[in-house]
């Protein structure tokens, strides 16, 4: 079983993948009467085929304790998806890039610690792994689309990797 190291998530090192939705160091503007501030745009809704919609949902993920054990990985080829947790919950972000063949490439894969107030949206068609909510049950709200099409795909990877502990 292959060692991964968990690191923590940054906007720069998970641009790749998608987009770090949080408000520290996010750029705002003022809104109702300026009692508000708008972090606007933090992440796009990316909405493919015919009859796609963006949808808000919410989820809610099992606790899940160091040592991890990742050997799958899913994508969305119809749109991006995001998680963003309500009740302070921490998670584990784990993706990785996509060979030419448009599989994961295992050799880039990485794992990353999301803080309770950060949120992800994944790039459609980003590898990444299912939600990994961290030490207690996570309540999330998701974003990413509804409508007929085939929008899950999913891979076992060629070995386990684990993750140890986090930061």
Same mark, same amino acid.
């Given at each position: 079983m292959a060692l991964l190291n968990l690191e923590m998530l940054t906007k720069e090192a998970f641009a790749p !993948?998608?987009?770090? /939705?949080?408000?520290?160091?996010?750029?705002w503007f003022p809104i109702n009467n300026g009692s508000t501030r708008r972090y606007h745009k933090l992440g796009l809704v990316d909405i493919?085929?015919?009859?796609?919609?963006?949808?808000?949902?919410?989820?809610?993920?099992?606790?899940?304790? !160091?040592?991890?054990? /990742?050997s799958m990985l899913e994508r969305h080829p119809l749109g991006s998806q995001s998680f963003i947790p309500c009740n302070g919950v921490s998670f584990v972000v784990v993706v990785a890039p996509s060979l030419p063949d448009g599989m994961p490439d295992e050799r880039g894969l990485r794992a990353f610690h999301a803080k309770s107030d950060q949120g992800?949206?994944?790039?459609?068609?980003c590898w990444h792994h299912p939600l990994i909510s961290l030490q207690q049950e996570g309540d999330f709200i998701v974003v990413d689309r509804v409508g007929s099409g085939h929008n899950c795909d999913e891979v076992m990877l060629s070995q386990q990797y684990r993750i140890e502990a986090s930061l």
């Open positions: !993948f998608g987009n770090v /939705i949080e408000i520290t160091g996010s750029d493919c085929g015919e009859d796609g919609l963006p949808a808000i949902s919410m989820a809610r993920g099992v606790a899940f304790d !160091f040592p991890l054990s /990742i992800v949206n994944y790039f459609r068609n």
